[in-house]
């Protein structure tokens, strides 16, 4: 499984205030909707403010997080679902959809939680989904780094313009 690795316990996050965008593709919906799921709950439990816009799919992702951030969002979770198949297509979407996010997280300096799955298989979505039985659930993570990353930015931004140095 993917998550090993991860942190056992987080640093508590205010995210009162937050304006975040959830923009979820829409393939393979049970896959989908838990993600889903997991990302509101815990921009809930953070304190943000959540909308949620649904797209045909994972290509579609970037220019949607993008329209999004430059909207006034402070953060996008993105979520798509990208299954492997017989033929090149995963790959131009995987790379696509990566490369799309990691530019407008770059171009617009807002944080974008990658909630993206890129998977061999519709078990491994459904290991990963947040739902019940699963073993992760990469919605909730991908919403708690976009807010604790919105968090650490507004920190900064704060401790820069009060001319306090800022420690990293």
């Known amino acids: 499984m993917s998550g090993a690795g991860a942190p056992t316990e987080q640093e508590p996050v205010d995210g009162r205030g937050l304006r975040v965008t959830v923009v979820a593709g829409t393939w ?5 909707d838990g993600l889903l799921a997991g990302a509101l709950a815990t921009i809930a439990e ?18 949607v997080a ?27 979407v995987s790379d696509a959809a990566t490369s799309g996010l990691l530019r407008v997280t770059l171009d617009t300096g807002k944080p974008v939680g990658f909630g ?21 659930d990469k919605g909730r993570e991908a919403a708690h780094a976009a807010v604790s990353t919105a968090v650490q930015l507004r920190d900064i931004a704060r401790r820069a313009s009060s001319g306090r140095v800022v420690g990293f």
């Open 66 to 92: 993008k329209a999004a951030l430059e909207a006034g969002a402070d953060a996008v979770v993105a979520l798509g679902v990208i299954i492997r198949g017989g033929t090149p297509h995963f790959e131009y």
């Open 28 to 32: 393979h919906t049970a896959i989908s």
């Open 116 to 136: 993206v799955l890129t998977l061999d298989d519709e078990q491994q979505g459904l290991d990963r989904a947040g739902l019940p039985g699963s073993k992760e």
């Open 46 to 63: 953070l304190g943000a403010e959540a909308t949620v816009v649904r797209v045909p799919g994972s290509f579609e992702l970037p220019v």
